[in-house]
């Protein structure tokens, strides 16, 4: 099933959606929105993946506007690439989307099932893993990731892999497969790299979130299927901070790990006002701590102040969903 099938599904489903609350000692404050909902330039229609670059520009991945959209680290437009088609430089509902520190951006051309490299001026250089064999392909990738040595690595949701290219796009190798023993994979969405070099990855149809080597060695792995602190119901992202902590998205939260998988708090709740989530999607933090959160159906980016230090977790609410 592609992503248009799920969102169809989500739809339909949507008059059901019963908001949760998760409550934390200490949320980070929501600070502003980015973007609004529409087609205009500088407003979102679905918007997916998030990335902020060390000058603090934000890159979105705006899904069903089929582009990518630049904004300062003050909320401004301030540069905008992509079209619906599949010729280079062209997109079909963009996904995932990661800066590699050395002037690259990588994008996950959803439907078109390659990933695009971009200069972060927004110009397309070349596509890759739609080519040679079979087995270096993706099928409807998702999230993308780069570690510090310019590897990429991209949730390849239809193959049920993890699959990973150098920055010029040559296959290197992949991990993972269809099952749900350690190691395996049911539809992988997200994925994340911290410092160190480990590979996070969340899995939408798994409930749980998997920690790898950088060579793709099982580590260790959370999550159960439900709507109590540490579960997961639709979870996306990952991202890592610069402490090593973990941010996960779950249907109209976000919940917060340490590196081994211990909750240390979790926050929002399903609505459209300041601090509230319709669907988030996709998850970044920057150097200063902030959280960008985008929101696929509100058609915005939500970002949060620094984060506090950790606290206990508390009770949460119920939750029913109709997310993909």
Not at 213 to 231: C, D, H, I, K
């Amino acid at each position: 099933m592609n992503r248009t099938s799920r969102a169809i599904r989500f739809i339909l489903m949507g008059c059901c959606l019963i908001a949760t609350v998760a409550v934390a000692d200490s949320p980070p404050p929501f600070e502003r929105w980015v973007g609004s909902p529409g087609s205009a330039v500088g407003q979102l229609d679905h918007p997916y993946g998030v990335a902020v670059d060390a000058a603090g520009q934000l890159y979105v991945a705006d899904e069903f506007n089929h582009r990518i959209e630049v904004f300062s680290g003050s909320g401004v437009l301030v540069n905008v690439f992509g079209s619906l088609g599949s010729a280079l430089g062209q997109l079909n509902n963009p996904t995932g989307i990661a800066l590699d520190g050395h002037g690259h951006l990588f994008v996950s051309d959803h439907q078109n099932q390659r990933i695009v490299r971009y200069t972060t001026a927004g110009v397309a250089e070349f596509a890759f893993a739609n080519v040679d064999s079979p087995s270096t392909r993706v099928q409807f990738p998702v999230g993308v990731a780069c570690d510090a040595t310019g590897h990429v690595f991209v949730a390849d949701s239809g193959k049920n892999r993890i699959a990973v290219y150098s920055p010029s796009g040559t296959f290197l190798y992949s991990f993972g497969r269809g099952g749900s023993a350690p190691g395996q994979f049911n539809t992988p969405y997200g994925v994340a790299c911290d410092a160190q070099g480990d590979v996070y990855v969340s899995e939408f149809n798994g409930y749980r979130v998997q920690r790898f080597s950088n060579a793709g060695g099982y580590e260790l792995g959370w999550g159960s299927f439900g709507t109590g602190p540490g579960q997961f119901n639709t979870p996306h992202g990952p991202a890592v901070d610069a402490n090593g902590d973990v941010y996960v998205l779950d249907d109209h939260r976000i919940q917060k790990f340490t590196n081994t998988g211990v909750l240390l708090y979790g926050w929002a709740s399903f609505g459209t006002g300041p601090g509230q989530l319709s669907h988030p999607a996709d998850v970044t933090t920057d150097g200063n701590g902030q959280v960008y959160v985008s929101e696929w159906l509100n058609g915005r980016v939500s970002v949060f102040g620094n984060a506090p230090v950790p606290a206990r977790a508390r009770s949460w609410g119920s939750l029913k969903s109709g997310w993909r």
